[in-house]
C-alpha cells in the first residue's frame, strides 16, 4: 500500500471524494492528543530501561512536545482546519481536509536523542552473536527505538525541518569551539564544519526506517555516528554493516522484523505505525521517500463542487565527489547496497570512458547493475530520446524499489571535453574503450550507431522496432560478424594500430576545416545530399553539424589485411591507392610489398595527405609511398601519361565518381590486365537492400556495380566484407 495521499494524487478522481477519518480525533488537539499519548508510551518503555536510556527517553519526549508547538506555528499558516467526523456531524456545508499533521522539530535534543541511541546500540552491534539476532536486539534497545519513533514523526519534507538542523548545527559548532582542544565534543566541530548535512540527509531518510532494508539502518546508524561522534564510534557500526550484508534478507524492509522482536518493543512500533498511519501516512507508506504529495480540497456537502490545490514536493540530495568508482568510496554503495540493485542510466560517452569501471564497482560489491547507456549528444536530447529511456527503464523493472536509478551525464565530467582532442590521455582512452580503430562498435549502443555497413543498418532497423526481445538476440549476433572477422583476421602491424588511433582523434580537426569550406561534399552524403551524423562526434560542435570527413572513413583492419594478402598472393609491386585518407591503406599495402614496390596514392584533401605522411614517417615502409594531391581524375590522367600501370589498384573515394575513374583506369591501362581491381563500399550502406530510393552515394555504387557486370573483360566479386568489397580482375 502506497501512501493514500501521493497515489490518489496521482490517480485523480478518487482523491476528490469525501474522506471520513477512521479514527477521528478532537479538532482542536488532534496532533497533541497523539504526542501525549506516545509521550506515556515512551515513558514505558523508560521504565523499563536502564538509566541512561531513561534521559535519552526523556530528551525524545521533550523534543515531541516542543515538535507539537513547532506543529501549531505551522498550522497558523494554513487555513483553518475542520477535520471530517462523519457526514452527520459536519459542522458546516463546506468541508476542509487538510493532509498535514506533523510532529516539528527542535533539533539540539533530537540529536541528544540520536547520540544517546548510538552509545546504547554500539556494544550491541559488537556482540559475538549473529547479524540478525543482533539487528533485532537493537531495534528492541528503548533508545533505538525511542529515537527511530521521534524521527519518524519529522516533518522531512520542510524547509523548517533543514533550517531547524542547520540552526541547531551551528549553535553547537559555536560553543563547541570553546571546550579545550582534546575534548570528546571537540569532534563535533569538524562534523559541524565539514558534512553537517550528511547528518540531516540520514534523518531524512531515518524518517522512513519502518520502511527501509535492513542493511541501510545500519548505513545510517554508521553515517549518524560518524557525524556525531567521529570515525573510531562508527567503526562497530561499519563491521556490522559489513555483516550484515552479508545475510541474506538484509534487503527486506525493518518492519518484516516486527514478529521476531519482543512483544513490548513490537507493541511500541505498531504504536507508532498507527499514530503516522492518520498523522503522516506518507511516513508509513511511502511511494517514494522523496517525494511527498499533498492535497487541500474543499467541498459542497452534496460533493457537487470540489475545489483543490494539490502539490508534489520533491527532496533531492546533490553530491559533488570525485573518485566515486573507487572500491573503497562508499558513497553508491550506500545507496545501492541495501536495494539490491541499481538501474543507471548512462551517457555513451562517459560509458566509453568509465563503463568498466563502473561494472567493477558494483560487481565488486554485489550489487546487480543495469546500465541503460543512451545518447549524450545536444542533437539526441529529445523527446524520443526520453521515450527510449523511459522504455529501458520499464524493461529493468525500475518500478520496484525506491528508485534504484543512477544518472550520470557527460556534462559533469570535464575529462569529456578532451576526448576527441587535445587532452591528455586520449592514447590510454582510445585503447582502453576499444576506439583504437573508428569503426569499433564499442563507440555506441546499437541504436545510436553511425549506419557505415549493411549490418548497422539492419541493428538500426530492428532496434527502432517495437519488439525488441524478439529481435534481441539477432541484433546481438549481427552485431557480432565484424568483431569476428577483426577477431580472426591476422593483427595489424604497430604501425597500422597507431594509424588507427591518430585517425580516431582527427574528427575535431575535419569539423575545423569543414568550417572553413575545405573538405569534401559529397563523400559522405546523406540520402538527402545533406551531410548527417548520429554518432558522439558532432557532440562538440556548437551548430550539430558533421564533419565531412569522418574518422569512420578510414579501411582498417579487415580490409587492410585483405589487401596485404592480396599483395602478398598476387606479387604485386606496383600499387595504386585512390583515396589516401589517414593514409591506412596504403601503410598497409606498403608493409605487404617488395623492397622494390611501389605505392602511388591520391588524395584531393592536403590536410589529409599530410597526416597520413606524418602516420607514415615512423614506418620502415614509407618510402615505397608516392603521394600526390588532387582530384583523383586529374591525377590518373598524369599518370596514364606518364605511362604508368599497376598490378592492384584500390578505389575508396567519392562514389558517385566511382564509375568515371573505373572508365578511366580500363581506358587508360592504368589498371592493367592481369591486374585486380578492389573497391570499397559497393554495397553501399545497404541502401539498395531496402528498396529505397538512393542516396547519391547509394547511385555512384550502384552505377559502378552494374558499370562491372555489364563488362566483359573483368572478372568480378562482390564481398560483403563491412560495406561491401568488389574484387574485379582484368582479364583482357
Ligand atoms: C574513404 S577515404 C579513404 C580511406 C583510405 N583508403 C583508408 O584506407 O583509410 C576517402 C578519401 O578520398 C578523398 N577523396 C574523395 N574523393 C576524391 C576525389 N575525387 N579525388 C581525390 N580524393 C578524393 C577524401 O578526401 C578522403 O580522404
Sequence with gaps: MACTKCASLVSGPAFMQPVQSTRPRPASSLGQSHVQGDESSVAAAAAASASATASAVLAVAGAVSLGAASGRRRAAKLPKVVRLQGAQTMPSPTLEINYY???????????????????MASPIVQESTSPEERLRKLLS?????????TVSRLPVFSKEMALAFKESFFSICFMITLVPQHSQKFRLVEACDKDDLDLLLALKQLKYFWNLPQSQLAILLEVMARQLEGPSQAAPFQEFLRVLTQTPNHGKNIKHLRDE???????EYLRNAEYLETADAHAVYPTSIY?????????TKDASTIEAVMSTTLTTTIKIARKVLEPSNHLLYNIYKPLGRCVAVVDDKVDAIYGKELDAYFAGHGIEFKKIVSSGNEADKDIRDVERILVSLKKAGTCMGFGAYL????????????????GRGVEEHCTEVGLADPQSKKMAPPDDRFVVTPTDLMISTLTKSQNMAAVGEVVRMLDG?????????TQPSEALRNVSVQTAKTNPNWAEMEKKGATSKLLEAGRDGESFCNLGFCFHFPDYSCPLLIAEMISGQAEGQLLQLLVKFGRVKKVLDIGTFTGYSSLAMAEALPEDGRVVTLERQEEAAKMAAENWASSPHVGKIESRVGEAQALLQAL???????????????????FALYQTLMETGLLRVGGLLAVDNTMYKGEELTGEQLSVNGEGARALNAGLLADDRVLQVMLPLRDGLTLAFRQN
Design 640 to 658: 596514364a601519361s606518364q605511362g604508368e600501370s599497376f598490378d592492384l589498384v584500390f578505389l575508396d573515394v567519392d562514389k558517385p565518381g566511382y
Design 261 to 267: 522482536l519482543s512483544a513490548e518493543a513490537k507493541a
Design 481 to 489: 560478424v565484424d568483431g569476428m572477422v577483426v577477431k580472426y583476421s
Design 101 to 119: 499533521d506533523l510532529d516539528a522539530v527542535e533539533a539540539p535534543r533530537i540529536l541528544s536523542a540520536v547520540r544517546l541511541a548510538i552509545k
Design 291 to 299: 517525494r511527498q504529495c499533498d492535497g487541500f480540497t474543499l467541498a
Design 407 to 422: 544518472a550520470m551525464k557527460s556534462d559533469f565530467i570535464p575529462e569529456i571535453e578532451c576526448h576527441w582532442g587535445q
Design 141 to 149: 534497545e528503548p533508545s533505538v527505538q525511542s529515537m527511530l519513533t
